[in-house]
């Protein structure tokens, strides 16, 4: 993968959706030329109530996760840089129970995955097409809320709700929503998946306001199985087509200080 060296967006079988051993990705992603590979699988949430959210690790499958990873680490330490992150979602009634939880654990890094609106019991799934303007604000005002923690590495899928109304309220609202985040720092996530899928998003309209603004962004591969570092074709098609709406794309990114090494 010649124009990729860098992927912090890596599943394990633990999220219940992915497939493959820690180690295939590991190999294959050296294969490809990767140098720096983040897991960032999906993170339990600590919900109060017994409500069981299936797409996510049990948080009895924690603890293996990073042992497994970090084992992984030092035996490819002279090929690979590995980091152990976690896509989780920014549920604000939840969010200081779940730092609270993970600081036992030696994390390098959290990408925001917004697949809910608020929580995912009562708030709006991202992935369900609406025309409610209203919503997509909502979701926008999640985010933002999010990033303005400062505990984020990068914003995976920003483009992820499915707004499906009038286009000229999409630009409104998206570029408020940008004007907003500009000043946080924080990238943005050209997603692989929804690309090569051929998902409502990366949606162009929201990228060409990025390059508009000179909001820079990053690739993720959003790998679900460790073939995917063999697809270079939609990895190269996915660079094009940020470099079409104007998008910067940065190779690496610099993890925040306090994180592991
Ligand atoms: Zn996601
Ligand atoms: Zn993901």
Redesign the pocket.
């Known amino acids: 993968m010649k124009q990729l060296t860098a992927n912090y967006?890596t599943h394990t079988y633990r999220c219940h959706h992915a497939c493959g051993a820690d180690r295939d990705y590991v190999e294959n992603a050296i294969g490809a030329g990767i140098t720096t590979l983040g897991f960032s699988d999906?993170s339990p949430m600590i919900f109060n109530t017994d409500y069981y959210s299936g797409f996510r690790m049990t948080l009895e499958s924690v603890p293996g996760y990073f042992e497994s990873l970090l084992s992984l680490r030092e035996e490819y330490k002279n090929n690979i840089r590995i980091y152990i992150g976690v896509?989780v979602e920014y549920y604000p009634a939840l969010f200081d129970g779940y730092l609270a939880y993970m600081a036992q654990f030696p994390l390098d890094y959290m990408i925001l995955?917004q697949?809910f609106v608020r929580d995912e019991q009562t708030g709006i799934p991202s992935f369900r097409r609406t025309e409610d303007p209203d919503a997509l604000r909502q979701y926008y005002d999640n985010v933002l809320a999010a990033a303005k923690t400062g505990k984020f590495l990068y914003i995976?899928?920003p483009d992820?709700f499915h707004y499906a109304g009038d286009e000229k309220a999409y630009n409104e609202l998206t570029a408020d929503f940008l004007t907003q985040l500009k000043p946080l720092g924080i990238p943005l996530e050209l997603?692989r998946?929804g690309f090569a899928d051929g998902r409502h998003y990366p949606r162009r309209a929201f990228w060409e306001l990025c390059g508009q603004m000179d909001i820079p962004a990053v690739i993720g591969l959003?790998a679900h199985d460790p073939a995917v570092f063999r697809d270079e074709e939609s990895v190269a098609r996915l660079i094009a087509f940020g470099r079409d709406c104007g998008v910067r794309i940065l190779p690496e990114l610099e993890l925040p200080d306090g994180y592991t090494e």
Do not use: K, R
């Open positions: 967006h999906h896509e995955g697949h995976a899928h992820v997603n998946l959003d």
